[in-house]
């Protein structure tokens, strides 16, 4: 609620808590979501680019044995996405075209898993305006 509220400070600083406390070994799901919404609440492009990296690679942290076996594996492939969405958006922000669409590459491939209901019709949306902002270069 702070984070769209606007006080991105202070989301920051309350997410932050909830990361340490989450640690290192805490539920995938939960780490991933949280960096995702740690990147949403950065202001420097560098920054928000490294916590979208690591709601990724919380992502894909668990081997693929393991995943399909985890309760969380259908919600972390459901996120698939919107975390390739997030980073080819601060590939772009950060005038790195190549990489941009390398991950919006990967965003409409994941697309697939994604439901017809609004979350997914919205993320697919988003993918579409990105993919025209990149052609418009």
Known sequence: MLLHGGD???ARNRLGTLWQQLGPDGD???RCTLAHYLADAQDDPDTELAWDLRALSAAEGLEDGR???HDSA???RALY???HLNLAADYAKLRRPDAARAHLDRARAASD???DDRYG???RAAID???RRLREG
């Open 8 to 10: 991105r400070e202070e």
């Open 28 to 30: 995938p799901l939960h």
């Open 67 to 69: 995943l399909a076996a």
């Open 74 to 76: 259908a919600a972390l």
């Open 81 to 83: 996405p919107s975390l």
């Open 113 to 115: 898993t994604l439901d």
């Open 121 to 123: 019709q919205g993320v």
């Open 129 to 131: 305006r990105l993919d």
